[in-house]
C-alpha cells in the first residue's frame, strides 16, 4: 500500500496498537480512516485509543478545528454540550462507561454533525449502546499487549528511546548515552514477555524510567570497567 507521508506515520502508529508484524491489519485500518466515515476502536482500556483518535483527526477534513474528547455523556445537558463543542468537528467518545443505550435522537444527531471515533471493549457493546446506527461504524481492533507477547521487548524499546531523546532535548541526558535493550539480558527480556501486563500500554509506560535507568546506568558501569581495564562489567557488580 502506497502512503503519502502523513499516511505513513499513521501506519507505524497504528502497527503499534494492532500488532508489529499486522501490516494487513493495518492497512485495512488506513483505508476505513481514508473514508472519512465513522471508526469504533474496539480493545480493552488503556490501549492508546485517545492517541490513536488525535491521529484520525489530524488526518481528517476538520484538522483545523480542535479534537473533542467527551468524557461524559450520562445527562441531556451533558449531550447537548458535546453537540455544541463537537458540530462540524471530530468527536471521541468512549462507550465503556455507558450503562444503558443512547437516545436515538442525541445518537443521530451525533453521526450527522461530528467525524465520530467511539472506543468499546467489543463490537457487541457497541451495538447494544447505539442500536442500527453502529452498522455504519468501521471497526479497528486494538490489541493488548499480552496478546502479543514477542511485541513487548520492542515496545518498551521504543518507550525508553522515545523518553531518551525527550531528555537529551532537555538537556538532562547526554546524546548517545543508552545501551541496546538487549542488553538487558535474555532471561530479563522473556520476563517482560511473560508477564501479564493487566495495565497496557499505561503499564508499559510505568515502566519506561525504570529502564532508562537501567540502560543509562550499565553504560556507566561499562564504561568504568573498561577505565579499569576489566574485561567485563560484571566483575564491578
Known sequence: ???DPSMAVLRRK???VVGLKDRAAADDAIEN???NAPILLVGPPECEQVPIA???HRRSGYSDRGLVVAERVEDEEAREAVLRRGEGS???LDLAPLAVPLSAPFV???FASTRLILSAPSEARAFALLGAYARRLKTIELKAPAERADDIPRLLEALVIEEHTRRVREGSAPAGELLPFAALGEQNLE???RHPWPGNFAELRSQVRRLHAALTNGLRIR?????LGLRSHTSLI
Open 54 to 56: 488525535v491521529e484520525v
Open 1 to 3: 500500500l502506497a502512503l
Open 90 to 92: 471530530t468527536v471521541y
Open 14 to 16: 497504528l502497527l503499534w
Open 223 to 227: 564504561a568504568t570497567a573498561r577505565a
Open 191 to 193: 520476563g517482560l514477555r
Open 108 to 110: 443521530a444527531r451525533l
Open 33 to 35: 480512516i481514508a473514508t
